[in-house]
């Protein structure tokens, strides 16, 4: 989130799009309803009317996967009809620009921007033009056809009403009547904001859908004031936390990019990563990248090798190579992956394509389950229907602790984190995760000091002071709070800086002390400042208000350095640094400080220094050249679809996605069925408030159990009357990859679509279930089974193998289903 | 001391059920094995073990709308509370707070509570021949404690305590809504000890009685001839006889609660 979660109650209007909030982050409600008794309006947009739907002042229905033509017409109407926040839009944004005038677009470019060959694009196109001094060309009148602002016309010039409405179903007026509510916010002094979650991403255009809203937030002046961002709900307490500290392949800690083979020395990373630009009044913050990788590298190895040594220790991914789930369990499917930690997850209900994962899971040699309970993927060589005398994995559960069984840190959604205590002990021979890591080091150390091997320094090297080692030299007590100061940093040398001298061992009270010469340590420059000489931040718990927007500063601690609602530089006017909305002001120039939330910068109003600092010119991307898929969002269809055509241009798929099916590189379990008559109803997948993800914790919770006992499927009466099916009725949903048995929920909440003239059918299916729970199952002698059952398997048994061109997180919120009355 | 009552604004509640389960784990209740019956109600029904519950009613509205009402059903601890009339043994009674609470040593299983209660909210459970129902946490209450209902509502739509301050609270909340929310509860038995803000009319949520009143015959029995019998000794016999004629033999109308169907 830009902003958090206290601050939605700021908002003059909340759309909440490509999520459930009301179910799924039920706590986010008790600030969306402050909002609405102040005044603010709640839209919902959602295939489904949902619990978020039934409390909202205007809901509009749209087939999945049509998310950029619901918001591509949005921009349309706010250009045409003049709402942008003019001032903004020309000081804040890229839209004054001037774009290579070989630039094309899908308009003009058969449904392609400029540059693709195969799957990919080459973005020589994508630039600007530039001054002598390197400078961007722009236009502050923004009338120049080139210009940023006049390509966003024109590309959107095409998304109409009329053609809006035939690609995602949405009537008309629902269309208008939400595109004029939100636009309202265009005002200054006037604040809207965008909830979204896996309703947005998990698409092959999920990059490109949150990118088309930021744009919509951009020309209103949305991003950095008080009840306004771009809002991400993560899907799990600590999963902002996880993605900070690098759970993703691509990234290090803190989002420094992963080491590329070919950049051998950490100069020539160093220089890879670190941007430059000409633009004066901008701040570049990445241009202290060097000074963040540094910190890294003594925090992982410490003083006793160079940096150049230590940044050869680190592990190098192959350029243009990715490692995400998908490939990760294509490859393993394919027999070319041995081994797998399946920690804290459960892959065999998780993933997509359910089927082709547990299948996957059997060519392993070994597989090592860390997880509370054991799971679907655990078990998965019993799973019923398949035989494990033919399955020759070896699997290892440990058992690891519960957040309530250890004490550490977690960051929330709001990038806020909030340091927890231990309540019980785990039970048996559970210990927490970082413990399992630590004793899974220390052996692993032990046989490289034994019997070496390639790199073997890259692992007897590691720095690991997090504890008192045992008589084997084995750290088997973690002290979370040494962990934690090595994540903020430490001076490793006396260091004089701007006439203060800090000790060598003291913490970096923030980021901003950080060097690149190995003088510092820091386990991710990000959370620099959050445990500091002054102590645990994390740990505060002051709930006082000095802000009176909400900001509790004094509560807990968020990234970067207690700033609580990001590029809040973007909230004052460029000149006189007078706040747009003078009845919540974020920050407020007192005459020699800024006062409310931390600044984005210490200079005075009126420095010409540009908002958002960690963009090379300091300016936010309307036009964004960064991603794989094209500057400008552009409406593709989902991978499986019930159309024959995109309905705007002749390309149906988002181009630039990685394929596995049959028509890509010819494997028959990633089928599609597109277009097919076999699969002709739109299926989309969703959580429940009483079940937690695969359900792998809430399923075992009798209380839990007994309120969501079973897999579903809400079906529209039209379509149950079609089909035969009665509500309450069980049904047999297939997609081309696989099946599963649900009770039909025959409800209103879901309408038939008129898409393009034509009636289409969509239903929905929670993917909270999975078979270890069920009664049917075998229970072995020691098995523990459920106090309640619950029934039904995963949802993505049902889901494609496919994923967004930038992310690859896989699509499972459109793709194409039919069903039958069970038995029929 | 002043009333304590509960509000529940259904404009402001997302069908969450975290007061549902919060019920359930203050009270200690045990689940039971259910299935999917084309619906998120679950359990169907209040029970000896369940005392709280979110309803679903889906209602149609419009050509092409919908809208899907929640309520969280549980006792209504009226102010002339029939249940505590029936009671022959004290095991139902009215608290200092003024809300009805559950003495479950004294229930002797003679279900006349079961009838009398115009809401359907004592549960019968025939393994251990005794009622049972929310007693509005009074465990909770004894000790400066708002029901475990109240405190696990993440939105604000339950509401609790003194009569006057939720009640104003209530007047202005609908007030505010401006024809989109129906105070219900503050009109009959004497006001109910929990006020509802509906989001619909009445009508159109399922189980809920519009013009819900202490039956005559209770009045009549308990009100009217009881004292008279104090006094002639006769008279029980009488009484006991019109009882009989006015309401004939103890039948448990669940079925005209449940007319509609839920979502």
């Known amino acids: 989130m830009t902003n958090h979660w206290n601050d939605l109650a700021n908002s003059d209007c909340i759309l909440i799009m490509g999520s459930n909030a009301a179910s799924n982050h039920p706590i986010s409600f008790k600030y969306v309803t402050m909002a609405r008794e102040r005044g603010g309006k709640l839209i919902s947009v959602d295939p489904r009317f949902t619990q978020t739907s039934s409390k909202a002042d205007i809901y509009a229905p749209l087939r999945s996967g049509t998310d950029i033509a619901f918001l591509g017409g949005m921009i349309k109407y706010i250009l045409d009809h003049n709402l942008i926040h003019t001032s903004y839009v020309q000081n804040y944004t890229n839209a004054t620009y001037l774009v290579n005038p070989a630039f094309r677009m899908p308009g003009e470019n058969n449904g392609l921007f400029s540059g693709l060959t195969g799957n990919k694009y080459d973005k020589a196109t994508w630039s600007f033009q530039t001054e002598a001094d390197g400078t961007a060309r722009k236009d502050l009148s923004m009338k120049d056809p080139n210009c940023v602002y006049q390509l966003l016309k024109k590309h959107y010039a095409r998304y109409t009403l009329e053609t809006v409405s035939r690609i995602t179903g949405t009537p008309k007026d629902k269309l208008e009547e939400v595109y004029r509510t939100y636009a309202e916010t265009g005002k200054p002094g006037k604040a809207g904001t965008i909830m979204y979650a896996m309703g947005y991403t998990q698409h092959t255009v999920g990059t490109q859908n949150i990118r088309a809203m930021s744009i919509i937030q951009l020309l209103l002046g949305n991003i950095g004031v008080a009840g306004g961002g771009v809002n991400a709900l993560r899907g799990e307490a600590n999963v902002q936390g996880s993605t900070d500290h690098a759970l993703l392949f691509h990234i290090l800690p803190g989002y420094l990019k992963m080491p590329t083979a070919s950049q051998e020395t950490l100069a020539a990373y160093n220089t890879a990563f670190t941007p430059t630009t000409k633009e004066p009044d901008s701040l570049n913050w990445w241009k202290n990248y060097p000074k963040y990788t540094a910190s890294l590298l003594r925090a992982y190895y410490g003083m006793g090798c160079t940096l150049d040594e230590a940044y050869g220790y680190l592990p190098k991914i192959d350029g243009g190579v990715n490692y995400s789930w998908l490939t990760i369990f294509d490859k393993m499917y394919k027999g070319k992956i041995e081994g797998f930690f399946a920690w804290g997850q459960n892959a065999a209900c998780s993933g997509a394509s359910s089927n082709k994962t547990r299948n996957a899971l059997g060519n392993l040699e070994w597989m090592v389950n860390v997880n509370l309970f054991d799971n679907e993927t655990g078990s998965f060589w019993r799973a019923p229907g398949t035989d494990p005398s033919k399955i020759k994995t070896e699997v290892f559960l440990l058992p690891c602790a519960s957040s309530i069984e250890k004490e550490g840190s977690i960051t929330n959604s709001s990038r806020l984190m909030q340091w927890r205590y231990k309540a019980v002990d785990p039970p048996g021979e559970a210990k927490p995760d970082g413990e399992i890591i630590s004793e899974l080091y220390c052996r692993i150390r032990k046989l490289y000091e034994k019997e070496g091997g390639p790199f073997a320094e890259a692992i007897t090297r590691l720095s690991w002071n997090y504890g008192m080692p045992d008589g084997n030299g084995c750290i088997r007590k973690l002290d979370v709070h040494r962990i934690a100061r090595e994540i903020n940093g430490y001076f490793l040398e006396d260091r004089t800086i701007d006439n203060v001298t800090y000790k060598k061992g003291t913490l970096v009270p923030s980021f901003a002390l950080l060097q690149d010469d190995g003088s510092t340590s820091s386990g991710n420059w990000l959370y620099c400042n959050s445990y500091t000489e002054k102590g645990n931040m994390a740990a505060r718990r002051n709930n006082h208000d000095r802000s009176g927007i909400g900001l509790h500063s004094d509560w807990a601690w968020s990234w970067p350095v207690n700033r609580r609602i990001l590029y809040n530089g973007a909230s004052v006017d460029p000149k006189t640094g007078r706040p747009w909305d003078t009845k919540r002001p974020v920050i407020v120039w007192d005459g020699s400080n800024w006062v409310g939330d931390v600044p984005d910068g210490v200079a005075p109003p009126g420095n010409g220094r540009k908002p958002f600092i960690m963009k090379p010119n300091g300016l936010a991307s309307i036009f964004g050249p960064g991603l794989a898929d094209g500057p400008f969002p552009e409406h593709y269809e989902p991978f499986e679809s019930p159309l024959q055509k995109n309905i705007i241009s002749p390309q149906m798929i988002n181009p630039a996605i990685k394929r596995w099916d049959r028509e890509g590189t010819g494997t028959a379990v990633d089928s599609r069925a597109t277009a097919d008559n076999n699969f002709p109803i739109v299926c989309t997948t969703f959580r429940l408030t009483e079940h937690w993800q695969t359900g792998l914790m809430t399923r075992w919770q009798p209380w839990l159990a007994e309120m969501q006992p079973e897999v579903f499927i809400e079906i529209s009466p039209e379509l149950a009357k079609i089909k035969g099916i009665q509500n309450g009725e069980m049904v047999t949903v297939k997609s081309i990859r696989g099946s599963l048995d649900a009770v039909a929920i025959v409800t209103r909440r879901f309408r038939p679509f008129s898409i393009d003239g034509k009636i289409v059918h969509e239903v929905g299916i929670p993917w909270n279930f999975g078979w270890a729970t069920t009664k049917l199952r075998q229970y072995a002698q020691g098995d523990k089974k459920p106090d309640l059952f619950t029934t039904g398997d995963s949802a993505n048994l049902l889901t494609p193998f496919i994923g967004d061109a930038n992310t690859m997180i896989p699509e499972s919120k459109a793709f194409m289903v039919n069903i039958t009355k069970k038995g029929a | ?263």
């Open chain 2, 1 to 263: 001391m002043a009333r304590k009552i509960k509000l529940f604004d259904a404009t402001k509640c997302t069908g969450c059920r975290a007061c549902q389960l919060a019920c359930k784990q203050w009270n200690n209740l045990p689940a039971k094995q259910t299935e999917n019956r084309g619906s998120y109600q679950n359990p169907e029904k209040l029970s000896p073990t369940t005392w709280a519950l979110i309803r679903f009613d889906e209602v149609d509205s419009g050509v092409n709308g919908v809208k899907w009402l929640f309520r969280h059903e549980a006792c209504m601890h009226c102010t002339d509370a029939a249940c505590v009339k029936v009671c022959s043994t004290g095991a139902l009674y009215k608290t200092e707070y003024g809300t009805v609470a559950l003495d479950s040593g004294k229930c002797n299983g003679c279900k006349e509570c079961v009838s009398a209660c115009p809401f359907g909210i004592p549960q019968y459970d025939p393994s251990t021949q005794k009622v049972y129902k929310c007693d509005m946490c009074l465990s909770r209450l004894d000790n400066g404690l708002e029901p475990a209902c109240v405190k696990a509502c993440p939105t604000g739509a339950l509401r609790f305590g003194d009569e006057d301050e939720i009640m104003s609270a209530a007047r202005e909340r609908v007030a505010e809504l401006d024809g989109g929310g129906y105070l219900y509860g503050d009109k009959f038995v004497g006001g109910t000890g929990m006020l509802y803000i509906l989001q619909e009319k009445p009508t159109l949520y399922s189980h809920l009685p519009t013009a819900p009143s202490v039956p005559t015959s209770v009045i009549v029995w308990k009100d009217w001839l009881k004292p008279l019998s104090l006094i002639a000794p006769g008279g029980v016999l009488a009484a006991a006889f019109l009882h009989y004629l006015i309401k004939g033999p103890k039948v448990v109308e669940e079925s005209s609660l449940d007319k509609k169907g839920d979502a």
